[in-house]
Nanobody, 127 residues
């Protein structure tokens, strides 16, 4: 059974930083595209970032470019999302997602593009 477990959320002031982690179990992590989505209260879930199977290519939504960084450690079966220069509008539940795949730029931005999901971790940014 595939499981994704996120950690690292919390409360931070605007301009601050947080680091999120997502550990996958139950399938070959090295042959998996990893992604992060977020859902703010009253809003639909939206794509944040994705990384290909070996970490050589990443893809971001425009609103987080230059502030967030996605990375992975295949030896630890873990993907990361570093959130810097946080803004109140970044407040949301952040979800980790995974899909099988190797190679190429991970331009997977729809929820339906991903097969496996974590339960989410809350990030709250105060002004």
């Amino acid at each position: 059974q595939v499981q994704l477990v996120e950690s690292g959320g919390g409360l931070v002031q605007a301009g601050g930083s947080l680091g999120l982690s997502c550990t996958l179990s139950g399938r070959d992590f090295s042959a998996t595209v990893m992604g992060w989505f977020r859902q703010a209260p009253g809003e639909e879930r939206e794509f944040v970032a994705a990384i290909n199977w070996i970490g050589s290519s990443t893809y971001y939504t425009d609103s987080v470019k230059g502030r967030f960084t996605i990375s992975r450690d295949n030896d630890k079966n873990t993907a990361y999302l570093q959130l810097n220069n946080l803004k109140p509008e970044d407040t949301a539940v952040y979800y980790c997602a995974a899909r099988p795949g190797i190679g190429g730029t991970p331009q997977y931005v729809r929820e339906v593009d991903f097969d496996f999901w974590g339960r989410g971790t809350q990030v709250t940014v105060s002004s």
